[in-house]
């Protein structure tokens, strides 16, 4: 696959000193939905401002399908459409007339088919006359989409699309995503929610202090950093784990009726045959045996804590 | 050129102003009539004729640019500073526009609207008073070079201030006072002679009375120089406006 989206050691110091991107590489493949993960203040915002043109770059290139994104701005960022974290919208203007002004802005001839389109795709079709105001926060974000898609772009930026939305929207979110990908538009989106990444991603990208902790395949990333846990569930509850079977990887849930051993599933040896062994030794007896990956979540948790020691 | 760009922010922008046209020219048709009825019929039928020109026909050029300026630069300068303010530029960054393209737009529907007013209250000034126009195609160029270049400044204003207050602060302490001095009810010639030099650093008397002779063919300076004068200021909006573009300044980061 060819990358649609190519950054090179970028870097972005505002005037006051702070370093908000500390030369973050990174290749985007055609038609992949990747997930920018992190806390917040990581510099997942100011990544896609820079892209976009929103702030200009301090050191560092970016080209979108071999168009720079300085010297070539015109066709780099006629090929992008941006979805920004807040909720930016003229409360006056009505839907349809935004969504026209929108795809007119990046040099596109008006086209009423397109335009119907975007809105039919969004469910927005019924609300094209409305003004944004009269909108739920739901259908703003719509609104929102509807604009970054108004002139046909091949790459998308979503900034943190479900912030403060609820389950609901949340999935419906995913559901546009979904489709969108299916139409071939590629997709990046920042997120904090892990869940979403996890959701949606193909890959998944950490940031944490401006730097790029690292970009993996989702399954990969999962299976790389991935660490199980085996819970074995007795019939009779203990007190306390048996001196014999003490480590570091065992605990005790806390109703005494379970023994948790967490493993690593990449090492050779994962020490379950043993520790299945030793315990029919001390004369417990199973009940059932259940097994765990660990989310994306710990992993994420991990690299971060890791990054900041 | 991105023209079909330049062409979607001025039709925006205009939209924004015929959406709301009633409030957009009762305003300036009501202030023009009360200037009338004050000055023209109730002080100025006590004031003898000024250059040959009726009190009342002769503050016609200047109540028109009065309202003209303040109304280029309230437009301009909300025009680009709403964006700001609500956080829609975010689009016009984004887009694959350059700053004459954003320039064109914004500016070109501002200057627009205020050449709208202008001749709306040119209009309103044939129901009160007698007028002639000496140099019908000057008066024009005049109205519509003001308009661009005042829009322009508006522009600029827009993207400096950094709250509505600041949006009022110039045009209220800088540009009114600039143009009640500039002429706009009185002749320059009639002010005491340290008044009339001062004047002469006021870029708002070279329009006023430019204008001015475009109406009655007499002015305060010579025509040349208010042409000068006009041009010479455009050159310096655009010229600070490519300079905000080029650094990013107050817009982006």
Request: hydrophobic letters at 50%; one cysteine or more.
């Amino acid at each position: 696959m060819p990358s649609i989206l190519s950054v090179q050691d970028l870097r972005k110091s505002y005037a006051g000193g702070f370093e908000a991107l500390k030369g973050i590489s990174l290749e985007i493949e055609e038609g992949e939905i990747i997930a920018l993960l992190g806390p917040n203040g990581a510099g997942k915002t100011t990544l896609i401002s820079t892209i976009c043109g929103i702030t200009t770059p301090t050191s560092g290139t970016v080209t979108v399908a071999g168009h720079d994104i300085i010297t070539d701005y015109r066709a780099a960022r006629a090929m992008i459409g941006l979805v920004p974290q807040e909720i930016n919208l003229e409360p006056f203007e009505r839907v349809q007339n935004t969504v026209k002004f929108s795809r007119g802005l990046f040099g596109r001839p008006a086209d009423p088919a397109v335009i119907e389109r975007i809105l039919r795709q969004l469910s927005l079709w019924d609300k094209k006359d409305s003004q944004i105001r009269e909108l739920s926060g739901g259908m703003k974000r719509r609104v929102l989409i509807a604009k970054a898609l108004a002139h046909d772009p091949r790459v998308l930026f979503l900034d943190e699309p479900t912030a403060g939305v609820d389950v609901e929207l949340r999935k419906d979110m995913w559901q546009i995503v979904a489709d969108l990908k299916k139409d071939g538009v590629t997709i990046i989106l920042t997120t904090h929610y892990i869940e979403e990444a996890e959701a949606i991603a193909d890959r998944v990208g950490v940031i944490s202090s401006g730097k790029l902790l690292l970009v993996e395949g989702k399954a990969k990333l999962m299976a790389r950093m991935g660490q199980k846990e085996l819970e074995v569930q007795l019939t009779a509850p203990i007190k306390e784990i048996p001196a014999e079977l003490r480590s570091d990887a065992l605990r005790l849930s806390s109703d005494g009726h379970a023994l948790i051993y967490t493993y690593d599933t990449q090492k050779e040896r994962t020490g379950i045959t043993k520790l299945l062994a030793d315990v029919a030794a001390q004369g417990l007896v199973l009940r059932d045996v259940v097994t765990r990956q660990s989310s994306l979540e710990d992993i994420f948790v991990g690299l971060v804590k890791e990054d900041v020691a | 050129m991105n023209w079909t760009a330049v062409k979607s922010i001025y039709a925006f922008e205009m939209a924004r102003f015929f959406r709301t046209l009633a409030q957009s020219l009762i305003s300036p048709v009501l202030s023009t009539s009360l200037y009338f009825v004050v000055f023209g019929a109730a002080i100025g039928s006590r004031i003898e004729e000024v250059e040959g020109v009726s009190y009342g026909a002769f503050i016609v050029p200047g109540l028109i640019m009065l309202s003209v300026i303040t109304q280029a630069i309230s437009n301009a300068s909300f025009g680009i500073y709403f964006p700001k303010f609500i956080g829609t530029i975010f689009e016009l960054l984004s887009a694959p526009v350059n700053f004459l393209e954003i320039v064109m737009g914004y500016v070109g529907a501002a200057a627009t609207k205020a050449l709208f007013i202008g001749v709306i209250i040119l209009i309103t000034a044939f129901f009160f008073v007698d007028i002639s126009i000496v140099h019908p195609f000057a008066m024009v160029m005049f109205l519509v070079l003001t308009c661009i270049s005042f829009a322009l400044m508006g522009f600029i204003i827009g993207i400096w201030a950094g709250n509505f207050e600041q949006l009022q602060l110039v045009p209220l302490l800088i540009v009114t006072p600039l143009v009640f001095l500039g002429g706009s009810f009185y002749s320059i010639s009639m002010l005491p002679p340290v008044w009339q030099v001062i004047s002469h650093f006021n870029p708002v008397v070279y329009l006023i009375s430019g204008f001015r002779w475009s109406f009655f063919g007499t002015a305060d300076v010579p025509i040349g120089l208010s042409l000068l004068a006009i041009a010479g200021f455009t050159t310096l909006c655009l010229a600070v406006i490519w300079w905000i573009f080029r650094t990013g300044w107050r817009i982006r980061q």
